[in-house]
């Protein structure tokens, strides 16, 4: 850190023990998503530690969303302290699911093992490194400066890695996000502790079926297979589709450089027989597919309109429909993000470039993320336009075998938050 003398400064420094320790405890809890396990583990841990901070706290189940159920229950916190007179609210968000282990690695994924100035596990960097962060930075801040004027709050929140419906969507609908009870909101994603991330792509998810005959496999004349028409459709996305989206580009700040194009990913294939059960030893049975399905995930540009996106596949169809005797299909869609980006002189976002100059002794760079992250709800839900995602860790470790954080990239990131709460907030 550059800005030694600053008594926020020296209270953050003070805790980097506790922030490591924090770091460790909160990827000691693991939060699979899915099923969603330990939500409300997590949840009551950072709720008492704030609570007996003096910090008012609720617990808040998203009942009824997607995958919330009694065995897996969505449960979400949120913390305010309020501060010695009126001012403007800043809310730290962070989503406290990881993914899936997965493997290659070389560290326990459960244990927040230290090794090298690192704290490694599963969600070190996405997001528990970001998460614990906020928390230091707040408690600093307040230790400083015990009459600040406003409030401030930290979430922890459900499901982002599979939409966030069940947390900050769930939220926002209840007012948690509205502009007259939060002004500021920061959400520290893995973005690298001297970026500024405003935002993010749009995406379309969709599930397009090809329609066959069964019929017996020595006779497959007798049929019509689902599996060749859908053959039909993925050579017309490589002969036209890929083509088109390669020559389409944005002024959006998109990292990494491949992703300020407009991208396609199909993800996933599925047609014909089912894949059987594990032990069975049988042959599969003779059968033309009379069904074959695929999932595609399209990313598109702040320049691009989503009915647009949306007739370019359905145009594509049309076309195979035109060239090909006895093709049908269906295509269902399944999820859908309009990209959102802040203006670079938002009040949150001049307050963070400010402290990133301060503690770095660097101005920011100013990104926009490939993917969609919680920005999404509080922007088109909770109608507020001054968030931003800032935080420690690199946003390449995420999701990959032997995560990590760094420590001094955490307490560096501690600093700016905590300056960002001064700014705004004294």
Known sequence: MTETQSPVIREVEARREALVALCQDLIRIPTLNPPGRDYL?????????????????????????PGDSDTWPRWNMVARYEGARP???????????????????????FDGVVKDGRVYG?????????????VIAAEAFIAANPDFAG????????????????????LAERGYFDPERVQHVIIPEPLNK??????HRGVWWAEIETHGRIAHGS????????????????????????????????????????????TLNINSIHGGEREPEDGYTGLPAPCVADRCRIVIDRRFLIEEDIDDVKAE?????????????????????????IPSMTDEDAPVVRSTAAAIEKVLGKRPDYVVSPGTYDQKHIDRIGRLKNCIAYGPGILDLAHQPDEWVGIDDMVDSAGVMALVLEELLT
């Not at 709050?153 to 966030?164: C, L, N, R, Y």
């Not at 459709?233 to 580009?249: D, F, G, Q, R, W």
Request: charged residues 25%.
């Open 194 to 199: 001297d970026r500024i991330c405003l935002g």
């Open 151 to 170: 409030a401030v709050e930290i979430s922890a929140t459900a499901d982002e890695e599979t939409g966030g419906y069940g947390g900050v969507a769930y």
């Open 313 to 337: 596949v359905r145009s594509l169809l049309e076309k195979v429909k035109a060239d090909r005797p006895g093709f049908d299909y269906e295509v269902r869609e399944l999820f859908e993000v």
């Open 87 to 109: 001012g403007d609210c800043v809310h730290f968000n962070s989503h406290h699911d990881v993914v899936e282990v997965g493997h290659g690695w070389t560290v326990p994924p």
């Open 219 to 262: 006779m497959p004349f007798l049929g019509d297979s689902a599996i060749r028409h859908m053959g039909a459709v993925l050579e017309e996305i490589e002969a036209t589709l890929y083509p088109l989206l390669a020559s389409k580009h944005t002024a959006m700040p998109v990292v990494p450089e491949g992703a300020r194009q407009s």
């Open 41 to 65: 583990k997590i949840c009551e841990m950072l709720g008492g530690r704030l609570r007996g901070a003096g910090w008012q706290v609720e617990l808040i189940r998203a009942e009824g969303t």
């Open 122 to 134: 599963r969600g070190a960097c996405d997001m528990k490194g970001g998460l614990a962060a906020s």
